[in-house]
T-cell receptor, first 113, second 109 residues
Framework: KAGVTQTPRYLIKTRGQQVTLSCSPI?????VSWYQQTPGQGLQFLFE???????NKGNFPGRFSGRQFSNSRSEMNVSTLELGDSALYLC????????????FGPGTRLTVT | QKEVEQNSGPLSVPEGAIASLNCTYS??????FFWYRQYSGKSPELIMS????GDKEDGRFTAQLNKASQYVSLLIRDSQPSDSATYLC?????????FGTGTRLQVFP
């Protein structure tokens, strides 16, 4: 079974721009969660989607948004990028939701200049 | 108080020894607990999940959970240099999975 895939793997953007990241979960998994990882803050939860509905949201500003499609693929969007948004963005998929095992993709490394 | 606490390390153990990694959490209602391994420059990899008090063994790994003490640990038997990585403890709270900052493990030959 193929694992979680994320595209693109690397991105360089300028402050003020917006960016869209994509995540394809493991086949059959209906839950996708997004995380931001930085050296200072560690892994921080952004949001979780299950069957196209946002289940939970972390403590991030409204510039961070996401959605999930009927095939369980998910996208995350960050508008008006700030330097502090530079991070590794990880998505994780789960069969039944984040109460259960989650499997991470390789991540998208975003650099904001 | 942090929601999930881990000693950042590094924890240095000789090859063949038992490595003991510890994690405490603050939400008494937590029901799901996970250990992830993360190599430098890579994404986290799930090692173990544990949901009830006691021990759960999988190969060289044993997860231990004590909900009364709000404590979860991971034991790695017969540690190998390839086990050198950062180990992340994750606890499912009411609405989200909360990660500790990780313990860096170094296994030396």
């Amino acid at each position: 079974k193929a694992g979680v895939t994320q595209t693109p793997r690397y991105l360089i953007k300028t402050r003020g721009q917006q960016v869209t990241l994509s995540c394809s979960p493991i086949s059959g998994h209906r839950s996708v969660s997004w995380y931001q990882q930085t050296p200072g803050q560690g892994l921080q939860f952004l949001f979780e989607y299950f069957s196209e509905t946002q289940r939970n949201k972390g403590n991030f500003p409204g510039r961070f948004s996401g959605r999930q499609f009927s095939n369980s693929r998910s996208e995350m969007n960050v508008s008006t990028l700030e330097l502090g948004d530079s991070a590794l963005y990880l998505c994780a998929s789960s069969l039944l939701g984040s109460n259960y095992e989650q499997y991470f993709g390789p991540g998208t490394r975003l650099t904001v200049t | 108080q942090k929601e999930v606490e881990q000693n950042s390390g590094p924890l240095s153990v000789p090859e063949g020894a038992i490595a003991s990694l510890n994690c405490t959490y603050s939400d008494r209602g937590s029901q799901s607990f996970f250990w992830y391994r993360q190599y430098s420059g890579k994404s986290p990899e799930l090692i173990m999940s544990i949901y009830s008090n006691g021990d759960k063994e999988d190969g060289r790994f044993t997860a231990q959970l004590n909900k009364a003490s709000q404590y979860v640990s991971l034991l790695i038997r017969d540690s190998q240099p390839s086990d050198s990585a950062t180990y992340l403890c994750a606890v499912k709270g009411t609405d989200k999975l909360i990660f500790g900052t990780g313990t860096r493990l170094q296994v030396f030959p």
